[in-house]
C-alpha cells in the first residue's frame, strides 16, 4: 500500500506514458538532383540559343568596294515579319522571289551562271530587319556546289 492508500502493480500504467521512438524521415534526392541537372543542360542550351538569335555586328570600319562587273548581286528585302522577298540583281527591282524553294534555286542558278560567265564575287545585299537565318539560308543556297566563289555581304539601311 501507498500513502495514498491505494495499491498499484507494476503493470499498471503510469501518469506519464512513454514516448515511442520515432524513426528518422529519410527520402531519396536522386530524381530531384537528376531533375535540377536536367533545368540546368535546358537553361543553358535555352540561353545559347537566345543569345544567338540577336547579334550586334560591328560596324565596318575599312572596306574595299567590290568591282560591280565581277560580282553577281543578291538582294533580300524584308517586307513582312514572316518571310523575306529575294530579288537577283543590284536592287530591289526585276522578279520579286518570295517562295523559300524558289528562292534557293533561282539564287543558286545564278550564280552558278555568274561562275561560268567568269565571275568570282558573289555580294549578298540585306536590308537591316532580314533575320539572320533567312541570309543564313540565302547565302547556303548561293554557295552550295560552288568553287571558286567568294562571298560577301552587305547591309541595307532602310531610310
Known sequence: MTASGADFDEDDEPFVRHRKKHHEA??????????VFMLNIFFMVTTVAAVQAEIDLPIV???????????????????????????????????????????????????EEASRSGKHIV??????????????????????????????MAVIEKE
Open 26 to 35: 529519410n527520402f531519396d534526392i536522386t530524381a530531384m538532383i537528376d531533375l
Open 61 to 111: 570600319r575599312h572596306c574595299l568596294p567590290t568591282d560591280p562587273d565581277d560580282a553577281v548581286f543578291i538582294c533580300i528585302v524584308s517586307n513582312n515579319p514572316q518571310y523575306v522577298t529575294v530579288y537577283i540583281g543590284s536592287d530591289a527591282h526585276g522578279e520579286a522571289l518570295t517562295e523559300p524553294e524558289d528562292q534557293a534555286r533561282s539564287v543558286h542558278q545564278a550564280v
Open 123 to 152: 555580294l549578298l545585299k540585306a536590308e537591316r530587319g532580314c533575320k539572320l537565318r533567312d541570309v543564313k539560308r540565302i547565302s547556303a543556297a548561293a554557295m552550295r556546289d560552288i568553287t571558286g566563289m567568294e562571298l560577301r
